[in-house]
């Protein structure tokens, strides 16, 4: 079943109408373009969606590409798969969990939504687009009957703090809220939750290859499995 939801957003003094729906072929150079304008050089361009990528998240599984427009214009998308996971199973990487982007891993069967990408458009970062997909996210896992969506949030501030602090010790001061990070920050007011901390998820170096493993878990589905 595909997605489609309408809101308005406030915008200064006014509203902006907003709507969230799934991405398609059509949207492919849009959705590049977002990725121009949020990771330009030096990040490397061949780290960008490409072609095959999109094709496969429309192709493989369609209710977990999602993207946002304002007022027509694209300014945003998020990008998911399911997967079997375990809790506390050893830790992963994000090409390991995403199939590098391409989701050829994709399992209809998994219990769980693992975010591949959220990505917004530099311009239109004030309306809180992200916390609308991730929530909109959220309703997808509801609407499939899957347990919880999980993904590794990067921690770009850390590399500030990590003369002093372990990456554990700096997660725990963001959520006493003595740090602010601009990603961990931003998927706990979306409503995740820190399970823990991978090392050398991603290639990055603001965050020093870590990221924290975070969590919101279907509370439909967990009283379920409580009865």
């Known amino acids: ?18 709507v969230v729906r799934n991405y398609i072929r059509q949207d492919f150079e849009g959705l590049i373009q977002i990725q121009r304008e949020s990771f330009p050089p030096p990040f490397p361009s061949d780290l960008w969606w490409n072609m095959e990528q999109l094709e496969n998240h429309v192709t493989l599984f369609p209710e977990g590409a999602l993207c946002v427009e304002v007022n027509g214009v694209l300014a945003g998308s998020m990008t998911g798969l399911i997967v079997h996971f375990d809790k506390e ?20 069967d998994g219990n769980t939504l693992y975010v591949v990408d959220i990505c917004i458009r530099p311009a239109y970062r004030n309306l809180a687009l ?16 899957l347990e919880r969506l999980v993904g590794g949030g990067r921690m770009p501030g850390f590399h500030r703090h990590a003369n002093r602090l372990t990456p554990q010790e700096y997660l725990e001061e963001v959520l006493r809220g003595q740090l602010q990070d601009p990603v ?12 823990r901390i991978l090392e050398n998820y991603l290639e990055d170096e603001q965050s020093l290859h870590h990221a924290v493993l975070m969590e919101w878990v279907n509370p439909f589905k967990t009283r379920l499995l409580e009865i």
């Open 184 to 195: 961990i920050t931003f998927l706990l007011h979306a409503g995740r939750t820190p399970i």
């Open 130 to 145: 992200g916390k609308l997909l991730m929530q909109s996210m959220y309703e997808v896992v509801v609407q499939l009957g």
């Open 89 to 108: 199973e050893s830790s992963h990487t994000w090409q390991e969990m995403t199939d590098d982007g391409y989701i050829r891993n994709h399992s209809p």
């Open 1 to 18: 079943m595909l997605y489609l939801k309408q809101v308005y957003l406030k915008n200064g003094k006014g509203f902006v109408p907003v």
